[in-house]
């Protein structure tokens, strides 16, 4: 199969611009600054005949378009992210699901990364700050027998950012744990009323979510069954 060139890539995405689409993703909190408006099934499948390249996802990162950033975390090789550049993407994070893609598409897969969540959990950007704990409720969905207590603080320090796309990260990390494994349901719910406890209205309602989930007989019939 012939790869699709840079040039090849962004007149398909003229092509298939939908710009009706562009204005409506930001009702749902998509934010961006230039974007073709194009839905994530379609990037993928152009992402699809790229393969993985690292030159190209470069390029496709500099050109600064909205599904162009989406299609660089698809298209780039792990192994060729270096920390300067680990840095300038996850520091350039805008949009929620911006973070949410990377994390699930090439961030997990880099080292540094996961080395990088206690640090990026500290960081007073709200796009930064969710990447921690993202990639935290990513690494659950994927490593569901790995060791989460590590987290634990983090998350409850966590639990008290305010910002919606931080509150609610923290949430997903939190719930995504607490799905993973019978033992980790366990101590997430734990977690999650240990939060509960804090004089925090963020804090409240991240451990509301998460117990009410983790609780709930769809969760509990799941462990029953393993």
């Known amino acids: 199969m012939i790869k699709m060139e840079f040039n090849q890539i962004i007149h398909e995405f003229e092509e298939l611009s939908d710009i009706d689409f562009a204005k409506n993703m930001k009702k749902f909190g998509i934010q961006y600054v230039k974007s073709y408006g194009l839905r994530l099934p379609q990037i993928r499948k152009v ?10 996802a470069l390029k496709l990162w500099n050109h600064g378009y909205h599904e162009t950033y989406l ?14 550049q680990l840095d300038e993407w996850v520091n350039a994070f805008y949009s929620w699901d911006l973070v949410d893609q990377a994390c699930i598409n090439l961030l997990r897969f880099i080292p540094e990364a996961i080395d990088n969540i206690f640090l990026w959990a500290e960081s ?8 921690a704990f993202s990639l935290i409720a990513v690494l659950a969905v994927h490593n569901k027998d790995s060791d989460f207590d590590k987290y634990f603080e983090i998350i409850r320090e966590g639990s008290k950012d305010s910002r919606n796309f931080v509150k609610k990260s923290v949430n997903w990390a939190l719930r995504q744990i607490g799905k993973s494994n019978r033992e980790n349901n366990r101590k997430a719910i734990e977690l999650s009323y240990e939060i509960l406890e804090i004089d925090n209205k963020a804090s409240k309602w991240v451990a509301r979510g998460a117990i009410r989930e983790l609780e709930s007989e769809k969760v509990q019939s799941k462990f029953q069954k393993s």
């Open 47 to 56: 992402a699809k005949s790229c393969g993985k390249n690292h030159d190209l």
């Open 71 to 84: 299609l660089a975390t698809l298209v780039e090789e792990p192994d060729k992210v270096d920390l300067l």
């Open 124 to 131: 007073d950007k709200e796009f930064v700050k969710r990447t």
